[in-house]
C-alpha cells in the first residue's frame, strides 16, 4: 500500500453513504472500480474547454510516447454532457466549464474520484486562458496568488446563509519548478504574478463591451492600475476556488493560463483565430514538458 500524499477529504458524511454517486462525472463507488481506473494517476490536468482538454489527452500521449494512432481516447464521462474526462497513463485530462460555480462543482466530484481511488501524490494544474495586464499577448503567467475580484487573497462562499472565506495560496515551489521548465523550453515568455479571479467576463473584469456598462473609461482605467498596483498579471474566473480547494485536500496545484490581449489596451480579442490558437496551445506545452521531466527523473531514481 502506498505511503505518499493522500488526497484528503473533510467530511464525516461520506462515510454513511452505501454508494458515492458521482453525478456529473455519471460515475460512482458503487457502479466503477475507481482505484482500478485512477488509482495510477499522478497529474491531473483541467481546463475550461471540453475540446481543449481532449486536445491536451492527445498531445500529451505524443509527448510521453503513450499515443495510439488507433486510439480515440473515449470520454470516461460519456454518460453525461456536464464534463469530459480523459486519461493516458498517470495523466487525467477533465474540462470544468466557465466561471467558480462551475469549476466548484467539478472539483468536489474530482476530489472525492481521486479520493476513492486511493491515489497519492497527486500535482494538479489548471492550463487556460486570461487578459493580461501590462502584458504582451502570448505571455504564460503561471499564478503566484490567487486575488479576488476586491484584490485580496481569498475565496468567500456563501454556506448555510453566512459567508465563509478561504485561503488562497498556491504551491510556490511548483509554480518556480513550471518557471524553470519555460526557461529550459525558451519558446515563449512566461512570468510569474498574481491572478484575479472574478464571477464575470464582462462588467466583473471592467470591460466596457457588454449588454450593460454604467461606468467610463477612466473608471475603468482607475480599477485596471489598481489592479496592476497589487502585481497582478493577469484576469481569468476560476483560481480562487481552484486554489482554495486544492489547499483543503492537499493537492500540490499551479495555474497556468496565457494572455490573449491586454486589458490595459482594449477588451476585445482582435488577433487573428490562427494567432489565438497557437496562444492557447503554449500551457498545454509548458505542462506536457514538466509532466515529462517528472516522469522522467521518477523513472531515473528508481
Known amino acids: 500500500m502506498s505511503c505518499g500524499r493522500p488526497?484528503?477529504?473533510?467530511?464525516?458524511?461520506?462515510?454513511?453513504?452505501?454508494?458515492?454517486?458521482l453525478y456529473h462525472f455519471s460515475l460512482g463507488t458503487g457502479t466503477h472500480d475507481l482505484p482500478a481506473m485512477f488509482g495510477d494517476v499522478k497529474f491531473v490536468c483541467v481546463g475550461g474547454s471540453p475540446t481543449r482538454m481532449k486536445?491536451?489527452?492527445?498531445?500529451?500521449?505524443?509527448?510521453?510516447?503513450?499515443e495510439d494512432p488507433k486510439s480515440e481516447y473515449p470520454n470516461i464521462c460519456a454518460g453525461t454532457d456536464r464534463y469530459v474526462m480523459y486519461k493516458i497513463g498517470p495523466v487525467?485530462?477533465?474540462?470544468?466549464?466557465?466561471?467558480?460555480?462551475?469549476?466548484?462543482?467539478?472539483?468536489?466530484?474530482?476530489?472525492?474520484?481521486?479520493?476513492?481511488?486511493?491515489?497519492?501524490?497527486?500535482?494538479?494544474?489548471?492550463?487556460?486562458?486570461?487578459?493580461?495586464?501590462?502584458?504582451?499577448?502570448?505571455?504564460?503567467?503561471?499564478?503566484?496568488?490567487?486575488?479576488?475580484?476586491?484584490?485580496?487573497?481569498?475565496?468567500?462562499?456563501?454556506?448555510?446563509?453566512?459567508?465563509v472565506v478561504r485561503n488562497t495560496d498556491l504551491d510556490q515551489s511548483l509554480a518556480e519548478e513550471l518557471l524553470q521548465c519555460s526557461k529550459e523550453l525558451n519558446q515563449f515568455e512566461t512570468v510569474i504574478g498574481n491572478t484575479m479571479c472574478t464571477l464575470d467576463?464582462?462588467?466583473?473584469?471592467?470591460?466596457?463591451?457588454?449588454?450593460?456598462?454604467?461606468?467610463?473609461?477612466?473608471?475603468?482605467?482607475?480599477?485596471?492600475?489598481?489592479?496592476?498596483?497589487?502585481?497582478i498579471c493577469n484576469i481569468e474566473m476560476e483560481s480562487t476556488v481552484f486554489a482554495a480547494m486544492c489547499k483543503m485536500s492537499g493537492l500540490r496545484a499551479a495555474v497556468v493560463c496565457v494572455t490573449l490581449l491586454d486589458r490595459l489596451k482594449g477588451d476585445q480579442l482582435t488577433s487573428s483565430h490562427e494567432c489565438l490558437v497557437s496562444y492557447g496551445e503554449r500551457p498545454q506545452i509548458l505542462v506536457g514538458y514538466y509532466i515529462k521531466k517528472q516522469l522522467k527523473a521518477k523513472a531515473a531514481a528508481k
Open 7 to 21: 488526497v484528503h477529504v473533510e467530511n464525516p458524511h461520506l462515510d454513511t453513504l452505501k454508494d458515492d454517486i
Open 55 to 66: 486536445a491536451f489527452i492527445e498531445y500529451i500521449a505524443c509527448v510521453l510516447g503513450m
Open 92 to 163: 487525467l485530462s477533465v474540462n470544468h466549464g466557465m466561471g467558480v460555480s462551475s469549476i466548484a462543482i467539478m472539483l468536489h466530484e474530482l476530489i472525492k474520484l481521486l479520493h476513492h481511488a486511493r491515489c497519492t501524490d497527486v500535482t494538479i494544474i489548471r492550463i487556460g486562458t486570461s487578459g493580461g495586464i501590462g502584458l504582451e499577448p502570448g505571455t504564460v503567467v503561471v499564478t503566484k496568488q490567487p486575488l479576488d475580484d476586491t484584490l485580496q487573497p481569498r475565496y468567500a462562499q456563501v454556506i448555510l446563509g453566512k459567508t
Open 201 to 231: 467576463f464582462y462588467e466583473g473584469q471592467a470591460r466596457l463591451d457588454g449588454a450593460f456598462c454604467q461606468y467610463t473609461e477612466k473608471d475603468k482605467q482607475d480599477y485596471l492600475r489598481k489592479v496592476k498596483d497589487a502585481e
